[in-house]
């Protein structure tokens, strides 16, 4: 960081307190801070300036900073571009700068911070830290593509009774793949964005694994409902289980691409994956309360070998039923 | 001269025809029963009562006591379901018409007894005994409401194979005439018509059933909650006659491959199978289904007193077994076997599912009733069974119930499961 120790201010009137100059860019991002310790300094594009700036709408001697009186004033020296206040409507030729205060000039930004002002804790390397730094491991990316290749395929198999080819798979895995990389590419967008990185590697991983846990759950849960004769259950158990996966690969996409604090953002990826998984599935419950002629079931059908409990017998199972004959009186006498 | 050229010689034998042979000779009976008779029939008009139009047609005759009138339940079913839409009218021949009230139904059997507003024809007589097969017999009504009608047709017996008795006519009865006459040269009433299946194969209710009607049934107009009291307990008498008709003896089966599967249940319940290779999907099918011949109509969007039922055995050579009960899965339980119902008349399915260890045979099944909302105590029921024995072979049975009471539909089911059984 450069100082101003030997640029030799101009004292025009009492000292401010000593701080710092902040440069940012047109989006808010610092490009260069400078220690203010009172005097005079001048801020244009020129070479003999204190503070220079390589914005080319910014002029060769654009403003000058100096204190006044205790103050801190920010002078135009009759700039093309001029010098704004944020909104950009005011133009200003002479102005109080007030701490933490933005001026916009060019298409950069100035602010001024006293040099005991509180910065905000250091962000959590997440990729260094516990199980997350497995994640951008060289191997990883690789195996969660072979995890997730060999998923979707097995689901494509698994949902076809045709004989399906090496060609003919792969032909229908070009969507599915295509998606995963938008959603790794949005989520690596959004971590440029916020933490200057985008790891588009690991988050390609984290969509990848979501992916094979989602084909694990969707092939599971049913199985599992199936073996232990709970298949009004496996809708429901299903569901759960694609918010929790959904809500987990949320949470580590934001703990890579954002900063918020960990409750906030376990918080925020339940709620999102909740919604994202929840609001076709309100959609689907209500239409299954509207009227139809067909009985609404889904058949949950799997191979003999894997059922693990014992059937009723005829009679038990026409007993339990009378529960059904109350429901429909309930549901006519509504 | 010139000879004809050869071209014309088909023309010209055709003209000669024309010539030489006479006309279609008019029956002499025809015209005498439709000039006798024509004005012991009337259109029957459900007029939609914010239109004040008609909504519906069909044609009615004079029977029993001085303006009744007796014609189809399906022509006039909307009084019934909904009075407070409709109402009914009679047009006379001569223009003579006027409002109807409904005085009973029979359901069961498609019939319905109207009374005038006073305006009186003598009745039709009612034929006490069958007509032997092949009598000339004429039915009356106003097809497509272009006017009265005689159609001149041969009587051909009683439906062997009906859950619902009919006589087979054989004559053009088309949409309009239902409710209408069918004659004997005596003028008597044999039949009623009633419903037809093209190519002049065409359905009558036995007059016996307007005989129990006219002489049963009482002579004010009856509310609408009644009505349905009565529909109600005219369809409880016969799912209960149709059940001990079913199960008097053993449940007879069929068997396919290792797999034993009730077959047809009576005489009136009519079967077809087939079998099929899917080779793209690599699965093959062997299909029993059967069904009832015949249904009870309550509205236009509901039938009931129905049995349908059937058997598929599914296998496959080349698939494993996830994939194959996945196909089962994905293939549902019902695609021709739904019953109609809308949400006025019946209420939405619940349902259930479970193993169910029968015999030799376990099963996965699931079992859905829904109730009927004006028919208090009748029922509707939807099963569905999965064999579970063998990783590329399964049994895949639906059996659909319309019209029981909830005794009976349990009943019912129980005997169908209890008929499965499979040897290796």
């Not at chain 1, 701490?99 to 060019?106: A, K, N, S």
């Not at chain 2, 000879?3 to 279609?24: D, E, G, M, T």
């Not at chain 2, 006073?118 to 017999?137: D, I, M, S």
């Not at chain 2, 099929?276 to 309550?298: A, K, P, T």
Request: proline residues 4%.
């Amino acid at each position: 960081m450069a100082t101003l120790n030997e640029a030799a201010p101009q004292t025009t009137g009492t000292d401010v307190k000593p701080g710092v100059i902040e440069i940012l860019n047109r989006s808010g991002q610092v490009l260069q801070r400078i220690h203010y310790h009172g005097g005079e300094v001048r801020v244009g594009r020129a070479y003999d300036n204190d503070i220079i700036i390589g914005d080319p709408y910014v002029c060769p001697h654009h403003l000058t900073i100096r204190s006044e009186q205790g103050r801190l004033v920010l002078v135009d020296l009759d700039s093309v571009n001029g010098t704004w206040n944020m909104k950009g409507r005011v133009r200003l030729n002479k102005v109080q700068l007030c701490e933490g205060e933005r001026v916009q000039f060019g298409h950069s930004q100035l602010r001024f911070r006293p040099i005991d002002s509180s910065v905000v804790p250091a962000w959590r390397d997440t990729a260094r830290l516990g199980l997350f730094h497995l994640l951008g491991k060289p191997w990883m990316l690789p195996l969660a593509t072979v995890l997730c290749i060999t998923a979707l395929s097995l689901e494509k198999l698994l949902d076809s009774s045709k004989a399906l080819g090496p060609g003919v798979l792969a032909s229908q895995l070009v969507y599915p793949l295509l998606g995963i990389m938008v959603w790794a590419g949005f989520w690596s967008l959004l971590n440029r964005l916020i933490a200057h990185r985008g790891y588009f590697n690991v988050h390609l991983a984290i969509a990848a694994l979501a992916v094979v846990a989602l084909f694990v759950n969707a092939q599971a849960v049913p199985l599992m409902g199936f073996a232990l004769g709970w298949s009004s259950l496996v809708g429901w158990l299903k569901i759960l289980g694609q918010i929790a996966i959904l809500g987990l690969a949320l949470f580590t996409h934001m703990q890579f691409a954002t900063h918020g604090r960990t409750r906030a953002q376990a918080f925020g990826s339940g709620v999102l994956a909740t919604l994202l998984i929840g609001a076709p599935m309100l959609g689907e419950l209500l239409q299954r309360n509207e009227f139809s002629s067909l009985p609404k079931l889904d058949p949950l059908l799997k191979p003999p070998v894997t059922r693990l409990v014992n059937g009723a017998s005829v009679e038990d199972f026409f007993l339990r039923a009378e529960n059904l004959r109350e429901e429909l009186e309930k549901d006519v006498s509504e | 001269m010139n000879s004809i050229p050869q071209r014309l010689i088909p023309i010209a034998c055709l003209f000669l025809l024309a010539v030489v042979v006479p006309a279609w000779p008019q029956s002499a009976d025809t015209a005498e029963v439709y000039a006798t008779w024509r004005d012991r029939i009337v259109q029957i008009q459900v007029i939609d009562r914010q239109a004040d139009s008609k909504a519906g047609i069909g044609s009615g005759f004079f029977a029993g006591q001085p303006g009744w009138i007796v014609t189809n339940y399906h022509v006039i079913a909307e009084l019934v379901n909904e009075p407070g839409r409709y109402r009914s009218r009679y047009l006379a021949e001569g223009g003579k018409e006027g409002d109807l009230q409904l005085l009973a139904v029979d359901a069961v059997h498609d019939l319905a007894l109207l009374k005038t507003d006073g305006f009186e024809r003598k009745a039709l007589a009612l034929a006490t005994n069958g007509p032997p097969k092949g009598t000339r017999l004429w039915s009356l009504g106003y097809p497509f409401d272009i006017g009265l009608t005689i159609v001149e047709g041969t009587y051909n017996g009683r439906l062997e194979k009906s859950l619902y008795e009919k006589l087979h006519f054989t004559g053009s009865i088309n949409p309009g005439m239902s409710g209408g006459p069918t004659l004997n040269d005596n003028g008597e009433v044999v039949g009623i018509n009633v419903s037809t299946a093209g190519n002049q194969v065409s359905f009558l209710v036995p007059v016996q059933y307007v005989e129990q009607l006219v002489s049963v049934y009482g002579l004010d107009a009856v509310s609408e909650e009644s009505l349905n009291l009565s529909v109600a307990d005219q369809l409880l008498d016969n799912q209960q006659q149709i059940l001990d008709r079913l199960f008097a003896d053993a449940v007879p089966v069929t068997r396919l491959n290792g797999y034993s599967a009730p077959a047809g249940l009576a005489s009136f319940i009519n079967c077809w199978g087939n079998s099929s290779e899917d080779e793209e999907n690599n699965l093959s099918f062997v299909l029993y289904r059967c069904q009832s011949n015949d249904d009870i109509y309550l509205s236009t969007s509901l039938k009931t007193g129905i049995i349908r039922y059937q058997h598929e055995l599914i296998s496959t050579d080349s698939l494993g077994a996830m994939r194959f009960y996945r196909q089962l899965e994905k293939r549902g339980y019902y695609p021709r076997l739904r019953l109609d119902g809308d949400e006025q008349s019946v209420s939405n399915y619940k349902c259930q599912d479970g193993f169910v260890d029968q015999a030799t045979l376990p099963l996965k099944v699931t079992y859905c009733v829904r109730s009927y909302r004006k028919l208090a105590g009748l029922y509707d029921g939807f099963l569905s069974t999965t064999s579970l024995v063998d990783n590329r072979e399964a049994l895949q049975s639906t059996l659909v119930l319309a019209g029981f009471s909830w005794d009976n539909l349990n009943l019912f089911f129980k005997r169908f499961l209890e008929a499965y059984s499979w040897q290796p």
